[in-house]
């Protein structure tokens, strides 16, 4: 089956990567079928919308599902590719969950035919391609599946992950090149020929391994450029330096390029990922495990700053549950409303089970607060600028630029991004 003669494409999962990724093949004349367990997102996509925040999406969806390229449902059906975006979560002490993977997978292969093509895209420990053709295998024993140097099996399965920016999903999805890493090189070849439908960037073909490995590794290295950031932070406080100018003299070197410090790091990849690599070879990734734990604790390092503020406020002679405190941005990063693995969610969260103090919360990308919050004040920003006597900020916001100018000489702040040298 050459890139011709795909009409059809079915794409499990439509979230943020999901929903970017049917639009784009839709856009290009393919008919999609959605696949998605939330009816809400189903429902939403059928009327031409979209149920999360990325530029430009909801022009192509509204123009796909008008056009008849594109719809939505919570039930497989058939068609020539399958592309599965879902969750890749982790439980416990870090362990990959890799049970949507499983239900997506269990839920296409009744579906399948001969000729079909099943290409993963959630971000995934090495080896779980070779676990969806286990799982394909049992659940579908009469099909003829992929083995090395196989030329022709009856399913090619194939891995390909994503490697998108919030907020500028829609231009990447096109541009930026993608990894191709099939079971056979066949598998590598047949599933090439789904992304040259859309993609202008390069295709890059490996196996399935070196594929999975790649995604973690890019991941993996932010990770870590992010932790000596963060770290830079800590130490800097300690010694009554600002990180911000110091890292903006630094950075004059040729050969120096560190990051912006924050409260943390977030999203489902920076923060997830490196901890698989952890989990499959532990005893040789100190580096990677080092950098992880640094960043997971700066959000409490940040959570102590936001408690000192409150204390120094009642030193002077102001009640705690008087005391106004508004935090600033929810999601991940900025300009964008998703809150997966939000550093700034997390401070938000526990600082309201640990405080007596009035919390006022401003995420100009949501219209409501997520359940754990939802008995605080989701309010505008110059409602938090003129009632708040302490203000957070965590995320760097559009909105936000030129705060400080605005704040009253009374209002105290606690400052995670750096907001004079951004």
Known sequence: MQASKITTASVIGLGYIGLPTA?????????????????????????????????????????????????????????????????????????PDLSYVQAAVESIAPVLKKGNIVILESTSPV?????????????????????????????????????????????????????????????????????????????????????????????AFRDVNIAFANELSLICDKL???PWELIKLANHHPRVNILQPGCGVGGHCIAVDPWFIVDKTPAEARIIRAAREVNDHKPDWVLGKIHDAVTSLIAKGQEEPAIKVAILGLAFKPNIDDLRESPALYIAKQFAENTGTQLLLVEPNIKTLPEALASNSLVSLNDAITQADILVLLVNHREFAGIKHCLSTKTVLVDAIGVDFI
């Open 23 to 95: 639009a784009m093949l839709a856009s290009r004349k393919i008919t999609v079928i959605g696949v998605d367990v939330n009816q809400h997102a189903v429902d939403t996509i059928n009327q031409g919308k979209i149920h999360i925040v990325e530029p430009d999406l909801d022009m192509i969806v509204h123009a796909s599902v008008t056009q008849g390229f594109l719809r939505a449902t919570t039930k497989p059906e058939p068609a020539d590719v399958f592309l599965i975006a879902v969750p890749t979560p982790f439980k416990g002490d870090h362990e």
């Open 127 to 219: 080896g779980t391609t070779e676990k969806m053709l286990e799982w394909l295998a049992m659940a579908r024993p009469d099909l003829h599946l992929p083995v090395e140097n196989e030329t022709d099996p009856d399913i090619n399965i194939a891995y390909c992950p994503e490697r998108v920016l919030p907020g500028h999903v829609v231009r990447e999805l096109v541009e930026n090149d993608r990894i191709i890493g099939g079971l056979s090189e066949a598998c590598s070849n047949r599933a090439a020929d789904i992304y040259r439908i859309f993609v202008t960037g390069k295709l890059l073909v490996t196996n399935a391994r070196t594929a999975e490995m790649c995604k973690l590794t890019e991941n």
């Open 240 to 242: 009554d330096i600002n």
